[in-house]
């Protein structure tokens, strides 16, 4: 893999990580938004919200449309759903191994 590559695919991770970006993501694997509704539903600022709207659409996360004075995002490559899901998949496999490791201790003991 090429250098180029390996930094665009750090990019667009990195652009993924961060709780409130996560936060966006899951909100709007359920359809389109728009950024009032999106900083009501997460409970931030205005400012805090479009600062992160903004990060995802530099990095092609997400598309944007104008409506009259709203502004609608929506997640524009269904991939990044299930990147999310992926996530979710990993974390609960995590957990298990944890509480089995624990149960097992508990056992020995």
Do not use: W
């Not at 998949?89 to 003991?109: C, D, P």
Request: with cysteine; proline share 1%.
């Amino acid at each position: 893999m090429s250098e180029k590559i390996a930094q665009m695919k750090a990019d667009l991770l990195k652009a993924l990580a961060h709780p409130t970006r996560v936060r966006i993501l899951e909100l709007l694997k359920h359809g389109e938004l728009c950024v009032c509704d999106i900083f009501e539903k997460l409970e931030v600022e205005q400012a805090n919200a479009s600062q992160h709207l903004a990060i995802l659409k530099k990095q092609d996360i997400l598309k944007r449309r104008k409506e009259g004075l709203r502004v609608y995002y929506c997640i524009k490559h269904n991939e990044v759903i299930d990147i999310l899901n992926i996530a979710d998949k990993i974390l609960v496999m995590q957990a298990e191994e944890r509480a089995h490791t624990i149960n097992k201790y508990k056992k020995s003991r």
